[in-house]
């Protein structure tokens, strides 16, 4: 298994750090080569400079992965709440722990952006396992 987190440097300005997270998100989809890529639908957020600001990055990594041919699969975040810790006001933490448990982890996952991250992909897997077995897939 492998998890992590892009991060890029606050202090560049935002179409340089915009065009950086492309770059990773490429050689990552390269590397990996992954039949789907999971990402969070974001419904609300009160600060409008971060909704607009994840709502690029996620625009970016579904032009990516569309254009590598790959299938985009969105969760909103009760989705993936409920599908990991079985309860759709899960916090932070519980959802570190349910990651954590059902990977067998010795240690949660850090930074927890990175749990979250693996929390998608969890609820990507319990969808695709609903699906299978003659359920719907939402």
């Given at each position: 298994m492998s998890a992590g987190v892009i991060?890029?440097?606050?202090?560049?300005e935002r179409p340089k750090r915009l065009a950086e997270l492309?770059?990773?998100?490429?050689?990552?989809?390269?590397?990996?080569?992954p039949h789907t890529v999971a990402i969070e639908r974001v419904f609300f957020q009160h600060n409008v400079s971060t909704a607009m600001t994840v709502g690029?990055?996620?625009?970016?990594?579904?032009?990516?992965?569309?254009?590598?041919?790959?299938?985009v699969a969105e969760y909103s975040p009760n989705e993936v709440k409920q599908a990991v810790a079985g309860w759709g006001g899960a916090d932070k933490t519980?959802?570190?722990?349910?990651?954590?448990?059902?990977?067998?982890l010795s240690e949660p996952l850090r930074?927890?952006?990175?749990?979250?991250?693996?929390?998608?992909?969890?609820c990507h897997l319990a969808h695709q396992r609903v699906g299978a077995s003659g359920g719907s897939r939402r």
């Open positions: 991060r890029t440097d606050p202090s560049i492309q770059l990773e998100i490429r050689e990552l989809i390269t590397e990996f080569r690029m990055v996620s625009g970016i990594v579904m032009a990516e992965a569309a254009a590598a041919g790959c299938e519980q959802i570190g722990q349910m990651v954590q448990t059902l990977l067998g930074p927890a952006d990175t749990a979250d991250a693996v929390a998608i992909a969890l």
